[in-house]
């Protein structure tokens, strides 16, 4: 046996480090993180979601601000919109919003309300969808375009990290990505809208996440006004998706048929529909409003939980848009 001391440290060499497994993995999850974190499809279980209650924001609205070419009450000096010529019904607002978290709950979801409370500038803070994304093990946090909206991204990161769940980039510099652009297609494959409020720096960023995960992200202009994808394609099943094909290219919707995903097309003046939340594979929760897509779905084998949210969408956000899935078992 060596008569001599090795270098310091080499009591540290005898610990070697463990790279595998990986960080998502459920060994590791547990291990380190207490609980399995995120999703890796938009379709299986939901266990545990994140919404934010609505608050003042909505008393802010006149209807003296409607504008006859947006077919809305406008103020982009107070940083708000309202897709209606009557303002908010306030006591329905909160009646709707209400009748989501008891279905959320009826489903045995754990509903986590964003902790907080929002800055006099901020009018969306209730569509928890787009301050961040949930990718396998985690969640990116985004970086909001309009300053109507910036800084609902440290009250959702405080939350969730209040949580435990582990944070695995902020979008950062010139990036700006919205939760409401990106969806997980299958475990292995994502796709990320463009839009003016969404960009490419945003998308490369959290292409490197992905890239990481072994996940490949599509990534697809939006069309005209259109500020993000969930507004043309909902995942329904792990199979079946509720889609508006005239806002999505045609290449995409080859790729869909291609990966074994059925495009089903959302009747026309029902588009709200497709921003519905799926709790599990072929069972969504959906605005009541519309009875074409209801219909469209059930002819396929998805069933549908109808609750009134025709309401709150005149903000201009629906079912999905007001929840981010913080927590799905695998679909598959």
Not at 225 to 238: A, E, F, K, N, W
Not at 243 to 264: K, T
Not at 269 to 292: F, Q
Request: aromatic share 6%; hydrophobic share 40%; with cysteine.
């Amino acid at each position: 046996m060596d008569d001599y001391p090795y270098p310091d440290g080499y009591a540290v060499s005898l610990c070697p480090a463990q790279p595998e497994p990986a960080f998502e993995t459920a060994e590791q999850q547990l291990l380190v993180w207490g609980a399995e974190w995120g999703a890796q499809d938009e379709v299986g279980p939901l266990r545990r979601v994140l919404v934010r209650k609505p608050g003042d924001e909505y008393r802010m609205v006149r209807e003296d601000c409607w504008d006859e070419r947006a077919q809305a009450l406008v103020d982009p000096q107070g940083g708000w919109y309202w897709e209606s010529r009557r303002a908010p019904d306030l006591d329905v607002v909160q009646a709707q919003h209400a009748g989501l978290v008891a279905a959320l709950e009826a489903e045995g979801v754990d509903v986590v309300e964003v902790e907080g409370a929002a800055a006099g500038h901020l009018t969306r803070p209730i569509y928890t969808r787009d301050p961040l994304c949930t990718v396998p093990g985690g969640a990116v946090i985004g970086r909001m375009a309009p300053a109507m909206r910036r800084g609902e991204e440290r009250m959702v990161a405080q939350t969730i990290a209040a949580l435990g769940m582990p944070i695995l980039r902020t979008i950062h510099g010139t990036g700006l990505l919205e939760g409401g652009s990106f969806v997980k297609l299958t475990p292995e494959l994502a796709a990320y809208g463009t839009s003016f409020r969404c960009n490419e720096e945003g998308a490369r960023q959290l292409r490197e996440v992905l890239d990481v995960l072994g996940i490949e992200l599509l990534v697809m202009p939006m069309g005209g006004y259109s500020i993000h994808i969930d507004g043309h394609l909902g995942m329904v099943d792990v199979d079946k998706a509720l889609v508006d094909s005239a806002g999505l290219p045609y290449w995409f919707l080859d790729r869909l048929r291609a990966e074994g995903i059925e495009a089903i097309p959302c009747p026309p003046g029902e588009e709200w529909a497709i921003n519905s939340l799926t709790l599990r594979p072929g069972r969504v929760l959906m605005c009541d409003a519309y009875p074409r897509a209801r219909e469209a779905l059930e002819r396929r084998g998805v069933e549908v939980i109808g609750i009134p949210y025709s309401e709150i969408q005149k903000g201009g956000g629906g079912i999905h848009c007001s929840t981010m899935e913080l927590v799905r078992e695998p679909a598959v």
